[in-house]
């Protein structure tokens, strides 16, 4: 074995790893605090540490007023304190470089030392950590690894010292808006230990770095920012620190699995490597939080975990009641079934508390209903559906009939049905004017761009229709510009993409400028779409037409429909209109 500190000596940089200390501060003592030692007094003590691969090095400036010591242990790698321990596995010749900075950023920086390292470890060629990372000796090219992006918790923030999750944890695509993110890959080769960043000339980062040098022309997007980024290649180690596993990344270019969040020293703890699965945690340098990253293999599928909905008719035993379950459930090694929740298409919906919960039902009502599981799994959403069909009414319904019209949904109190739009916006928020006639804290915005039929629409629950024999009218309260027309249609949803055909449909204008105004939409006397086929009619709310009863499920509502240029907004508020029968009241929110 030789081993050669030399003092003062500045040589060629090869690329290794190290062991590193806490940074070390100093309290302010003197005036010294606003300068930096000489170079005189910037020396270090370099001995051989627990093996012929470690060595330990303390620097020997002892003056006050110190902010950081930091190191750069001519591998391309940094440390940080006063005195820490460098790990040098591979032959090589490799200058040591301290740098001493005060507290108000003034430095002095000086080559301290030079190890010829002449010795080799072998040991890292048959580690599995570094096996799984890069392949091993037996894959020369490395191994590319990815954001786990359809995982929960692919990325992740917390407080220091945690698995940085506490905070945020990513679901599934969280980031899929953010193009540049999840096509990046990083490639680990042994060979050299070589780390390639690909990115295709973008990369994302924290905003605190987004000037570093290499990174230009950054611009946020989704909290961060994305920054036009040419990565060169750089260098990976893997080592144990203290009974803990660490990946070091560095190089000339800043280098990250996928997304820099500034992590001190380019240094990830490893929660977990296996061969198909990566899980690390760094530090951030700025704000000392813990960012969590979890990466797969790429072009690796992960295995899925899979399952059957079950449902089992016990009508002869129990009326119009019907059991549902998970059966043949396979869960692959490492996935989780974390929930699952029963939704029975009448309005009703079980959050079973275990994934092998049997849940049953009972219907009231005759009609055909989907019934569906949401299956929340470690890597996704598995949805399951069967439909049944209920022949008749249960014993115990009693059908409930109002002469009157009932509120659909107010935003701020009632909800019988949800109004969601399509190609459009449709959000609650204040009460732009509350003032009679709408004195409501919440409503609804309505904004559409580009889209001529763009919709807000209320969708009853499998099974129930808007009856339109005794009560005709649909009212809702509108807010916006002068002159613009809201169209209220009905249509029947079973026609799937050929829905428009059983529709009909009504105008308000809106009369007044940002002033709250009742429309209403009365269909008694008016004919429904011509194209309707056997169910066209010249008055919809004849007892003896098709479409009177049992037939509309859905209310769209449009403001200038046909109209496709431009941006278009209204407030509504307080939709209203003929009871539905079989739904007794609304849902209080």
């Known amino acids: 074995m030789k081993n050669i500190f030399k003092l003062g000596l500045l040589m060629s940089m090869l690329t290794m790893f190290f062991i590193g200390c806490e940074p070390q501060e100093f309290d302010s003592g003197d005036a010294r605090e606003s300068y930096p030692p000489s170079a005189e007094e910037v020396t270090a003590t370099v001995s051989q540490g627990s093996d012929a691969y470690h060595f330990n090095m303390v620097s020997n400036a002892g003056v006050s007023g110190i902010h950081l010591i930091k190191w750069d242990l001519g591998n391309g790698n940094v440390a940080e304190g006063k005195e820490i321990v460098a790990y040098y596995p591979l032959p090589g010749t490799y200058d040591v470089t301290l740098t001493i900075t005060t507290n108000t950023g003034a430095f002095t920086e000086k080559v301290v030392a030079q190890v010829v390292q002449e010795e080799t470890d072998y040991s890292i060629f048959s580690n ?24 929960q918790g692919h990325l992740g923030v917390g407080p220091a010292g945690s698995n940085g999750l506490a905070w945020w944890s990513a679901g599934p695509l969280a980031k899929q808006g953010v193009g540049v993110l999840y096509d990046d890959e990083i490639n680990f080769q042994i060979n050299g230990f070589v780390a390639t960043l690909e990115n295709k000339g973008q990369s994302y980062v924290k905003a605190f770095v987004s000037d570093s040098p290499g990174y230009s022309n950054g611009y946020e997007d989704d909290s961060d920012f994305v920054v036009d980024y040419t990565p060169s290649p750089g260098s990976w180690f893997v080592e144990e620190r203290d009974g803990k596993w660490y990946l070091t990344l560095s190089g000339p270019t800043p280098m990250f699995p996928c997304f820099d969040v500034g992590a001190v020293n380019g240094s990830y703890e490893i929660l977990r490597l296996e061969e198909n699965l990566m899980e690390l945690v760094a530090t951030d340098r700025v704000e000392g939080n813990a960012w969590h990253f979890q990466l797969i293999p790429k072009g690796y599928v992960k295995p899925a975990v899979s399952a059957e909905l079950l449902v089992n008719d016990l009508s002869a035993t129990a009326v119009n009641t019907y059991e549902v379950s998970l059966a043949n459930a396979a869960i692959p090694e490492g996935q989780a079934i974390n ?38 799994t470690s890597i996704g959403e598995l949805n399951l559906s069967e439909t049944v069909t209920v022949t008749t009414n249960h014993p115990d319904y009693v059908p409930f009939l109002l002469d009157e019209m009932v509120m659909y949904n107010d935003f701020s109190e009632v909800a019988m049905a949800a109004v969601v739009g399509e190609d459009c916006s449709v959000v609650t928020m204040a009460n732009p004017d509350r ?28 099974g129930y229709r808007f009856d339109l024999r005794s009560i005709s009218t649909f009212k809702i309260m509108v807010y916006g510009k002068a002159g613009d027309v809201v169209l209220l ?10 829905a428009w055909m059983s529709g009909v449909e ?81 849902q209080i929110k």
């Open 128 to 151: 599995e950590k570094f096996i799984f990372l890069s392949g091993g000796v037996d894959d020369l090219d490395g191994k590319t690894w990815v954001l786990d992006s359809l995982s």
């Open 339 to 376: 929930g699952v929740t029963f939704d029975f298409g009448d309005g009703t919906t079980v959050v079973a508390d275990n994934y092998t919960d049997v849940v049953s039902h009972t219907y009231m009502r005759a009609g055909t209903f989907m019934i569906s599981a949401v299956v929340n």
């Open 489 to 498: 249609k009905l249509e029947n949803t079973d026609w799937g993409g050929d």
């Open 506 to 586: 009504l105008n308000y204008t809106i009369q007044e400028d940002n002033t709250w105004e009742v429309a209403e939409y009365d269909f008694a006397g008016v004919a429904n779409n011509g194209s309707a086929g056997g169910v066209f009619t010249n008055d919809v709310t004849d007892p003896d037409a098709a479409v009177s009863h049992d037939f509309y499920d859905i209310v769209r509502i449009m403001l200038n429909p046909g109209v496709g240029e431009g941006t278009h907004e209204f407030y509504f508020d307080e939709l209203a209109g003929p009871h539905v029968e079989g739904i007794k009241s609304a």
């Open 435 to 462: 003032i009679y006639p709408n004195r409501s804290a919440s409503v609804a915005m309505y904004s559409k761009t580009d889209n001529p039929w763009a919709n807000a629409n209320m969708k009853l629950p499998s």
